[in-house]
């Protein structure tokens, strides 16, 4: 298990930097990345651990797919985020899943308060998180009186008003793996 372990552990760290890469690069994640890196995943699960490590793959779809659809939904990360999130979910199963988002949205969070400080936005940010606030606990997940992020990642502007999410996803997903024992 330690072989299959060590192969998904680098397969997804590949996913990671090429990923992170393009969202720098062009603010994409391709689908030709993150296809087939989650049917690889879920293939190579299935082949090393049997219809357990199949299940346990399809979990880990589930756990990355699910939190970041919402914020899909509402226009706040593009799809390709989602499905990278996805296909390192087939890699890395449900739990260490979930710990990349987890890392990975608190390294956007300072990511974005660094750009909104450095924009002189605070104040109008601060009152777009109390209205997103007020959506969520509604469970109002309309797209809401911002611009969806394709119209945002046309804007020439884009580097200082967008967080580059499979970039910080791949940080979070180094400082998990890392700092796991």
């Known amino acids: 298990m330690a072989g299959h372990e060590s192969i998904s552990l680098s397969a997804a ?10 969202d720098l690069w062009r603010f994409k994640v391709y689908n030709a990345l993150t296809l087939p890196a989650l049917a690889g995943g879920l293939i190579a699960s299935g082949l090393s ?6 299940a346990t793959s399809g979990l880990g779809v589930l756990a990355g797919f699910g939190p970041l659809v919402v914020f899909f939904v509402m226009g706040g990360v593009g799809a390709g985020d989602v499905k990278l999130f996805a296909a390192l979910g087939a890699w890395l199963g449900p739990s260490l899943t979930l710990q990349v988002f987890l890392a990975s949205a608190i390294l956007a969070g300072v990511y974005a308060l660094v750009l909104v400080v450095a924009s002189g936005r605070l104040w109008a940010t601060a009152v777009d ?3 997103l606030a007020l959506r969520l606990r509604r469970l109002d997940l309309q797209p809401g009186p911002a611009p969806p992020i394709a119209a945002e990642v046309a804007r020439d502007d884009r580097r200082r008003r967008l967080v580059p999410f499979a970039a910080t996803t791949c940080a979070g997903f180094f400082l998990v793996v890392l700092t796991n024992p």
């Open 13 to 22: 760290a590949v996913a990671c930097l090429i990923a992170a890469g393009t």
């Open 49 to 54: 651990g049997g219809w357990t490590g199949l």
């Open 129 to 131: 998180l109390l209205y």
